[in-house]
């Protein structure tokens, strides 16, 4: 008789094919950017724009999506994205110009938005606070794995077809991802027909976990108040990584002179680094949580190392002209920017796992705003300057805005006016508690 596996486990691989395909969809422009660029006839400026299409509705999505994942569940929320992912990415390989290309680009945005804001629901209800550093890292991860397949698969597809061959692959494996989670996937975890009671009593308390849906209001003010400091944290994050996420590939193959598959390797090697990175800044974060029990030190110190860490190693960027220095130097650089993924998710659901849908969706907006901007201001300035270094100085700026804007986080404090005492251990208060008796 076939041992099955547990049923968190095969939740969680689904959660990361579809952190996965979501940025094949995501991210496919971006590999093919220069070859659609000649084709369409359109300069740096005009793919800035088309890259920024995407960030205007995905930032106005973000808290739409997470309030409707909260009101109605994960499930429904995701199977309703997805859809709609699978047309704009079939529309964008049809596009014959500009605008249309603009338009598809913003209709990914509405289908991802409410993307991340629902999976965070689903892995509150899923998974114990112990393990959302973790979780949250690896969901990750395999988004960036998808930055990393994504620009030889394209330069692949090309060899043999075209382009435009690349969004019809991937349209085609979202619908087949959108199939097998509307069948398996539960929004209450003690619902599912494969639970276990041994698996069941690895869950999150019952009275932590939201079910299927809340119908209390959202604290808006309370909650933009307390998630405010991790946005702008977000948005510091997102500022270089949308760099990233976007002009990549073309900064290789434009800005450094390589062909199509040399650029596609060595984008490939950056993003591999920022798999890594995103696990392991989640399994650091859960281990200094699971040793220290102080979820501020799990959280925002993780965040405050990492950042630092990227920005020494983007700051050569600069200033090097060796190909494999720089690329290395991107790489270590990537790699510890992406380390921040799980603490900052983590945030959310340690603040508010009852309104943690709108939270999360507030924190990624903080980034989607990011994305708005830094892909047009990259166009521009390489257009007016001739140079493909020089956008990196603001990313050096606001990593160091960022690392200030992390000591007001405050993870500690829930949002919550009940918390269980699984809460209350997890941020240290029980052992202060304790000694204030004394």
Same mark, same amino acid.
């Given at each position: 008789?076939?041992?099955?596996?547990?049923?968190?486990?095969?939740?969680?691989?689904?959660?990361?094919?579809? $952190?996965?395909?979501?940025?094949?969809?995501?991210?496919?422009?971006?590999?093919?950017?220069?070859?659609?660029?000649?084709?369409?006839?359109?300069?740096?400026?005009?793919?800035?724009?088309?890259?920024?299409?995407?960030?205007?509705?995905?930032?106005?999505?973000?808290?739409?999506?997470?309030?409707?994942?909260?009101?109605?569940?994960?499930?429904?929320?995701?199977?309703?994205?997805?859809?709609?992912?699978?047309?704009?990415?079939?529309?964008?390989?049809? *596009?014959?110009?500009?605008?249309?290309?603009?338009?598809?680009?913003?209709?990914?945005?509405?289908?991802?938005?409410?993307?991340?804001?629902?999976?965070?629901?689903?892995?509150?209800?899923?998974?114990?606070?112990?393990?959302?550093?973790?979780?949250?890292?690896?969901?990750?991860?395999?988004?960036?794995?998808?930055?990393?397949?994504?620009?030889?698969?394209?330069?692949?597809?090309? *060899?043999?077809?075209?382009?435009?061959?690349?969004?019809?692959?991937?349209?085609?494996?979202?619908?087949?991802?959108?199939?097998?989670?509307?069948?398996?996937?539960?929004?209450?975890?003690?619902?599912?027909?494969?639970?276990?009671?041994?698996?069941?009593?690895?869950?999150?308390?019952?009275?932590?976990?939201?079910?299927?849906?809340?119908?209390?209001?959202?604290?808006?003010?309370?909650?933009?108040?307390?998630?405010?400091?991790?946005?702008?944290?977000?948005?510091?994050?997102?500022?270089?990584?949308?760099?990233?996420?976007?002009?990549?590939?073309?900064?290789?193959?434009?800005?450094?002179?390589?062909? %199509?598959?040399?650029?596609?390797?060595?984008?490939?090697?950056?993003?591999? $680094?920022?798999?890594?990175?995103?696990?392991?800044?989640?399994?650091?974060?859960?281990?200094?949580?699971?040793?220290?029990?102080?979820?501020?030190?799990?959280?925002?110190?993780?965040?405050?190392?990492?950042?630092?860490? *990227?920005?020494?190693?983007?700051?050569?960027?600069?200033?090097?002209? $060796?190909?494999?220095?720089?690329?290395?130097?991107?790489?270590?650089?990537?790699?510890?920017?992406?380390?921040?993924?799980?603490?900052?998710?983590?945030?959310?659901?340690?603040?508010?796992?009852?309104?943690?849908?709108?939270?999360?969706?507030?924190?990624?907006?903080?980034?989607?705003?990011?994305?708005?901007?830094?892909?047009?201001?990259?166009?521009?300035?390489?257009?007016?300057?001739?140079?493909?270094?020089?956008?990196?100085?603001? $990313?050096?700026?606001? %990593?160091?805005?960022?690392?200030?804007?992390?000591?007001?986080?405050?993870?500690?404090?829930?949002?919550?006016?009940?918390?269980?005492?699984?809460?209350? &251990?997890?941020?240290?208060? %029980? &052992?202060?508690?304790?000694?204030?008796?004394?």
């Amino acid at each position: 008789m076939l041992h099955r596996p547990k049923v968190s486990r095969a939740i969680l691989a689904i959660m990361c094919a579809m $952190s996965f395909i979501m940025y094949l969809d995501r991210v496919n422009l971006s590999a093919a950017a220069g070859l659609i660029r000649d084709d369409l006839h359109l300069s740096n400026t005009h793919v800035g724009l088309v890259f920024a299409a995407f960030a205007y509705t995905y930032t106005i999505c973000q808290v739409i999506g997470g309030w409707v994942s909260d009101r109605f569940g994960a499930k429904l929320t995701l199977v309703t994205c997805a859809s709609i992912w699978i047309v704009a990415t079939v529309a964008t390989g049809l *596009a014959g110009g500009i605008v249309s290309l603009f338009c598809a680009r913003m209709l990914l945005g509405i289908g991802e938005g409410a993307a991340l804001p629902a999976q965070a629901r689903a892995l509150t209800n899923w998974f114990p606070s112990s393990k959302r550093g973790f979780v949250q890292g690896l969901t990750h991860s395999f988004s960036r794995l998808g930055n990393a397949i994504t620009p030889p698969f394209v330069a692949l597809l090309v *060899a043999y077809s075209s382009w435009r061959a690349s969004f019809f692959v991937v349209g085609a494996l979202t619908f087949v991802w959108v199939v097998v989670y509307a069948w398996y996937f539960t929004d209450n975890p003690r619902k599912h027909r494969h639970m276990t009671a041994q698996e069941e009593a690895e869950l999150p308390p019952a009275g932590k976990v939201v079910v299927e849906k809340t119908g209390e209001p959202t604290p808006w003010r309370r909650l933009l108040k307390r998630i405010g400091p991790t946005m702008l944290v977000y948005f510091c994050y997102g500022w270089t990584g949308w760099l990233f996420f976007t002009w990549l590939p073309t900064f290789f193959m434009h800005g450094r002179g390589l062909d %199509l598959k040399s650029s596609a390797m060595f984008s490939a090697g950056v993003f591999l $680094s920022g798999v890594v990175g995103n696990t392991a800044g989640g399994v650091i974060s859960d281990r200094v949580l699971k040793r220290t029990r102080n979820v501020v030190a799990a959280r925002r110190n993780v965040i405050i190392g990492a950042f630092l860490g *990227a920005l020494v190693f983007l700051a050569p960027v600069m200033v090097v002209k $060796s190909l494999p220095v720089m690329a290395a130097c991107m790489s270590l650089s990537f790699f510890f920017l992406e380390m921040t993924i799980g603490p900052v998710w983590a945030v959310p659901m340690d603040i508010t796992p009852k309104h943690v849908g709108v939270a999360s969706g507030l924190v990624n907006a903080g980034s989607a705003v990011a994305g708005i901007f830094t892909p047009i201001v990259f166009g521009l300035v390489v257009d007016r300057t001739g140079s493909w270094t020089l956008p990196f100085a603001g $990313s050096l700026g606001l %990593l160091a805005v960022g690392i200030v804007a992390t000591f007001f986080m405050r993870p500690d404090i829930p949002l919550d006016t009940t918390t269980t005492s699984d809460d209350l &251990e997890n941020r240290g208060e %029980l &052992e202060f508690a304790g000694r204030s008796r004394r």
